[in-house]
C-alpha cells in the first residue's frame, strides 16, 4: 500500500480539479474490463503546517510500480506543489484493498 501526496492546494475544490486528470493517467479506458493495472483511490487531508488542503492517491501495488506513478503524476502537478511518496496504512484504506482482494478472486 503506497500514498502520493500532492500538497498545497488553498481549496478542496483545487485538489478535486485534480482526481479527473490522474484518473485518465492511471485508466486511460474507464470501460475496460477489471482490474485496474494498478488498484486505485483518493482521499482529502488538512495540511499540518497550513490550512491547505492535500489530495492523497492510494494505490495497491508494488515499490517499482508506486514509484513509476508517482512519476507520471508529477507531470501532471504544477512544478510549484510538493509531491511524497511514502507507505500508506492498509487499515485507511480498507475499500481499495477490499477491492483488490475481489478483482483477483482471493475471497
Do not use: N
Not at 481549496?11 to 493517467?25: F, K, M, N
Not at 494505490?59 to 509531491?83: N, W
Amino acid at each position: 500500500m503506497y500514498e502520493i501526496r500532492i500538497h498545497g492546494y488553498p481549496s478542496v475544490g483545487e485538489a478535486l480539479a485534480l482526481q479527473a486528470p490522474i484518473e485518465r493517467l492511471l485508466c486511460p479506458e474507464p470501460d475496460h474490463a477489471p482490474p485496474c493495472e494498478v488498484p486505485w483511490s483518493f482521499s482529502l487531508v488538512g495540511g499540518d503546517t497550513d490550512d491547505s488542503t492535500i489530495l492523497v492517491l492510494g494505490l495497491y501495488t508494488s515499490s517499482g510500480q508506486a514509484t513509476q506513478v508517482a512519476l507520471r503524476v508529477r507531470t501532471l502537478v504544477d512544478e510549484r506543489r510538493p509531491i511524497a511518496l511514502s507507505e500508506g496504512d492498509a487499515g485507511e484504506w480498507e475499500e481499495l484493498v477490499e477491492q483488490y482482494r475481489f478483482e483477483k478472486g482471493l475471497h
